[in-house]
Structure formats: structure tokens, C-alpha cells
């Protein structure tokens, strides 16, 4: 399944680094999302948007920075975090109004 | 507050068993769930879903049960493989953002089956 892609898969900064991770959805959809998966966590929905406007922040430190350029794409630029930041970061794609996600393989993030 | 549960963090059955993974929620408010399937270093995949007006539905070895007077919903594997060996996420719908509808989810059971 490659209808969503994210890059890099692992990632490993120090708490001075900045750096951004990336999704593409090939799947035609409407709407992105950013969710954090932590261990033995629920999956916690982070930012979403919808026709490129972004229409939630789910109260996320001002360290991630969303980006979405187009309905295709969607970045997340990551700086000065904290270990606690390490954790599975997911990028899902939908149709507006769907209650159904599909989600990329995730990037592993480690802060050091 | 956690609306969406899953007390069970792990589950082990035997191949050819059946398999029963609960989920708990407390908003009334949630009209559609949804199972999502999660393998290691992949992210989750949709299983099998079912409407409020519902309290069941099947695909193939899947079922999902909703009990909505107790807030319960429940998915059966019958009979279980060892390729079901994942984590399995229960979600629940609620709410609007934007015409985006928000999905909350459960913090997973591991199901590993037993040859």
C-alpha cells in the first residue's frame, strides 16, 4: 500500500536541531492529519486540515510547526524539542466529511 | 478524560480460536467506530467499521458487535491466524471540525496468536 508516504521512517535529533518531517497522499483526499502515537498511549490527534486550511490544533506546543502547501502534502517542522517529544509520528489522509483514515507507515521519532 | 478505552493492553489465543478484543466509551454523542489493525514499523490499517443504528456487522472472519446501552463494542476473529498478530486500535466518531469529523481513539490491545 503506498497510498500514504512519509519520510524519514527514524529520525534522531538533539534538542537544538531542527528538522521536519514529510507526507504525500497519492489517494486524491480532501483532508490531512497529523497524529502522535506514544507507548501505551491513544493515537493523539495533533493538527488537521482540510482543502489545505489548517482548522485544528489539538493545544500542540508551539515546537511543531505544520505546513501545507497543497492537498497533497503536508510538512511538520520540528524544533528545539524535548525528549519527551520522542514517539511514532503518523500522517493520515481522508475525504472531508469520512470517518475512515489512512494512514503512512509513520516516522519514528528520538530526541536526544 | 479518556473517552475511548481498551482495557486489555494484550491478548494471547490459540490459532484457530476465537478472538474477542473489547473497547469502552463514554460520549453518547459518537455515531460510528471503526477497528484499525497495526503491524510494527507500518501505520494503522482500517479493518471493519459499523454505524450507531447497527449492532453488528461482519466481513468475513470479523465481526463487530455495538451494545450501545452499555457504551460496549466488541471485535470477534473467528477462527483466529497468526498472521492477526498486531495491535488492534478501536476509534469512535464524534463531532465536526470543519466538516473534517473527528475520530477519537483507544490506546490498543496487542493480540498475538499461538500456534
Known amino acids: 500500500e503506498t497510498g500514504v508516504t512519509q519520510t524519514p521512517r527514524h529520525l534522531v535529533m538533539g534538542m537544538t536541531n531542527k528538522k521536519s518531517l514529510k507526507c504525500e497522499q497519492h489517494?486524491?483526499?480532501?483532508?490531512m492529519y497529523w497524529y502522535k502515537q506514544s507507548a501505551k498511549k491513544p493515537l493523539e490527534l495533533m493538527f488537521v486540515?482540510?482543502?489545505?486550511?489548517?482548522?485544528e490544533n489539538n493545544s500542540v506546543p508551539s515546537r511543531f510547526s505544520p505546513e501545507c502547501p497543497n492537498s497533497s502534502h503536508l510538512f511538520l517542522h520540528l524544533h528545539t524539542l524535548q525528549p519527551e517529544d520522542s514517539a511514532l509520528y503518523l500522517c493520515?489522509?481522508?475525504?472531508?466529511?469520512?470517518?475512515?483514515?489512512?494512514f503512512g507507515p509513520g516516522t519514528r521519532l528520538t530526541v536526544t | 478524560d479518556q473517552q475511548v478505552k481498551q482495557n486489555s493492553p494484550s491478548l494471547s489465543v490459540q490459532e484457530g480460536r476465537i478472538s474477542i478484543l473489547n473497547c469502552d466509551y463514554t460520549?453518547?454523542?459518537?455515531?460510528?467506530f471503526l477497528w484499525y489493525k497495526k503491524y510494527p514499523a507500518e501505520g494503522p490499517t482500517f479493518l471493519i467499521s459499523?454505524?450507531?443504528?447497527?449492532d453488528k456487522n461482519e466481513d468475513g472472519r470479523f465481526t463487530v458487535f455495538l451494545n450501545k446501552s452499555a457504551k460496549h463494542l466488541s471485535l470477534h476473529i473467528v477462527p483466529s491466524q497468526p498472521g492477526d498478530s498486531a495491535v488492534y486500535f478501536c476509534?469512535?466518531?464524534?463531532?465536526?471540525?470543519?466538516?473534517?469529523?473527528?475520530?477519537?481513539f483507544g490506546q490498543g490491545t496487542r493480540l498475538t496468536i499461538n500456534p
Open positions: 493520515a489522509s481522508s475525504q472531508v466529511g469520512s470517518g475512515r483514515r489512512y
Open positions: 489517494l486524491g483526499h480532501n483532508a
Open positions: 486540515y482540510n482543502f489545505k486550511e489548517q482548522t
Open positions: 460520549n453518547s454523542m459518537f455515531d460510528y
Open positions: 459499523i454505524s450507531s443504528i447497527k
Open positions: 476509534a469512535a466518531r464524534g463531532g465536526e471540525i470543519q466538516g473534517a469529523q473527528k475520530l477519537v
